[in-house]
């Protein structure tokens, strides 16, 4: 049997496809299992051991299609349902189980703040694809896998080498950040070294963080996504926004303290999966959510979400689980 699983994009949607992907390879007996995604998201699945072939997506639909058609895929999973997944669908005459986006749900709960959505988990949805074939979810955390055999005295100073605290600062939009004045306050409240993760876009950020908090190593635009990885599987804890590499720390099972600003968990279904110590803060406004995915500013210019959240559960439940 060969089965294609398709998932484009984001960084946090992939991921949690990854439990799907297992179940179908464990389950499944001399299963044959595919994944296409954008080039930009190959790391995901890079050292996979449940995928046998990761395609990417080529700049022309048509490509893509003729060399899917090669195949001759038993069955398609689709997990992003958009135009692209259905073209593909059509052109490749696998039979095929959609995941159900809920758009009009998800409409309505961002536009009136209609609690529509049921509480559950985005990997659930995606299993549901699956149970046509017997597939049942394993219960167990998503995937990641290092591609590096890294080292700590290689990456981090001596100073912050055992029992750190990371900070994921980093998060594409503007809305799903917290001001920095507000992580220096979370940071002087710990009482073990911190490592500022996070990209290029937020390497300023980390400077001024850094400068007013003797705690902090800045490693923000220094380390490679899988270095970052790295740190996070080895660190006591995590503090981190909305953004793919707070997902990805979900793989490790760590103590992981999640802050959510102008987007919620529940409306995409993406709160911490299967980890044991979990702190999700967010305050409740009649303007939150703003969006599904973040925005560039505040529609309403106070940004409360994040500049009234209070610090002291963040810091207690990351002190308290430092051993």
């Known amino acids: 049997m060969k089965i294609l699983v398709i998932r484009f994009s984001s960084m946090g949607d992939i991921i949690y496809t990854t439990p799907v992907v297992r179940c179908l390879k464990k389950q499944l007996s001399g299963a044959e299992i595919h994944f296409l995604t954008k080039p930009a998201f190959k790391y995901i699945y890079d050292n996979n051991p449940y995928v046998d072939k990761l395609l990417l997506l080529k700049p022309a639909l048509s490509e893509t299609i003729k060399e899917l058609k090669a195949e001759r895929y038993d069955y398609i999973i689709d997990l992003h349902n958009n135009l692209r997944t259905t073209l593909i669908k059509l ?15 998800k409409w309505l709960s961002l536009k009136f703040k209609f609690k529509l959505m ?14 046509f074939l017997g597939v049942k979810n394993d219960e167990q955390p ?22 750190y605290i990371v900070f994921i600062i980093g ?22 070294p911190v490592v500022l993760l996070g990209g290029n876009d ?13 705690n902090v190593y800045n ?27 707070t997902h990805i720390a979900e793989a490790f099972d760590k103590p992981i303290a999640s802050i959510w600003g102008g987007t919620v968990p529940e409306l995409l279904g993406v709160q911490p999966y299967k980890v044991k110590e979990v702190l999700v803060a967010g305050i409740d406004l009649p ?25 002291a559960p963040i810091i207690d439940f990351a002190n308290n689980r430092i051993d």
């Open 91 to 105: 052109n490749v005459r696998a039979k095929s189980s959609t995941y159900k986006k809920q758009r009009i749900q």
């Open 118 to 131: 049921p509480p559950v988990h985005l990997v659930d949805r995606y299993m549901e694809t699956v149970k």
């Open 142 to 163: 998503i995937d990641y896998y290092i591609k590096a055999d890294h080292q700590l005295n290689k990456l981090l100073p001596p100073s912050h080498q055992a029992n």
């Open 171 to 192: 998060a594409t939009h503007f809305t799903k950040r917290m001001p920095n004045e507000k992580i220096v306050t979370i940071c002087k409240g710990l009482n073990q």
């Open 202 to 214: 937020v390497k300023a950020n980390a400077e001024e963080i850094a400068s007013k908090t003797p």
């Open 219 to 245: 490693a923000c635009g220094i380390t490679t996504l899988d270095e970052s990885v790295f740190l996070v599987s080895q660190a006591r804890s995590i503090i981190g926004f909305d953004t793919g590499l």
């Open 287 to 311: 303007c939150r959510p703003c969006s599904k995915f973040g925005l560039e500013k505040c529609p309403l210019g106070h940004f409360k979400c994040m500049n009234d959240m209070p610090e």
